[in-house]
C-alpha cells in the first residue's frame, strides 16, 4: 500500500504534461465513445470505404477510459488516473501471485516494484492504455487457480469470468492464455 501511494503521489503532478496526448489514448477513448453512444456520428475510427464508425472488442476498456474521461474533460486526466488505477491493481494481484507461490514477503514485493516501474509497463499506463487492466485480470486469474478458499467448480468459474474481462478490456489479453 505504501509503494502503491508512492507511486500516486510521484507521478501525479506530472500525470497529464510528461507524457503528450498519444494516438492510442485518443483512440481508445473515441473507441469508447462511440460504444457508448447510441447515434455516435461520425467518428475518427471510422471503418474503411464506410461511412461508420468502428467498433472495438474491447468494450470494457475503452468504455471505462471514455466514462474516465467524461468525468475529468477536457483533461485527459481521467483516462491517465485510470490506466495507473489498472497497473496498481494488477501490481497488488503481482504480489499476491508471488505470495501464494511460495516467495517470501520482501522478494515478491521487490519483484512486485520490478513489475511496477517497467519501462514497458509505465510507458503503457502513462500513455492511458488499457494494457494494465488486462495485466490485472491475468495476475487475478493466476491469484484465483492458486486459491484454496474455492472449491474447485466456483474457481475454474472465477477464472473464466475474469479471463473474458480481461479479453473485453483489452483483445491482447488473448496473448496471455
Known amino acids: 500500500m505504501l509503494i502503491s501511494m508512492g507511486v500516486v503521489l ?3 503532478p506530472t500525470l497529464t504534461t510528461s507524457v503528450p496526448v498519444w494516438n492510442d489514448d485518443t483512440m481508445i477513448v473515441e473507441s469508447g465513445r462511440v460504444a457508448l453512444s447510441t447515434d455516435p456520428g461520425p467518428s475518427t475510427n471510422e471503418r474503411l470505404g464506410e461511412s461508420r464508425p468502428a467498433y472495438s472488442i474491447a468494450l470494457l476498456g475503452t468504455a471505462l477510459q471514455e466514462i474516465a474521461y467524461r468525468i475529468t474533460a477536457p483533461s485527459n486526466l481521467g483516462p491517465h488516473l485510470s490506466a ?4 496498481l491493481i494488477a501490481f497488488g494481484l503481482f504480489v499476491q501471485f508471488l505470495k501464494q ?7 515478491s514485493l521487490a519483484l512486485g516494484a520490478v513489475f511496477l516501474f517497467d519501462p514497458l509497463c509505465n510507458m503503457a499506463w502513462r500513455g492511458a492504455r488499457v494494457d494494465s487492466w488486462a495485466f490485472a485480470c491475468l495476475f487475478a486469474c493466476l491469484c484465483l487457480i ?3 478458499k474455492l472449491t474447485e467448480r466456483s474457481r475454474w468459474l472465477a477464472v473464466g469470468a475474469t479471463a473474458t474481462a480481461g479479453f473485453f478490456f483489452w483483445s491482447s489479453f488473448a496473448l496471455f492464455l
Open 146 to 148: 492458486g486459491s484454496a
Open 84 to 87: 495507473l488505477l489498472g497497473q
Open 101 to 107: 507461490s511460495g516467495l517470501t514477503d520482501g522478494l
Open 10 to 12: 510521484f507521478y501525479l
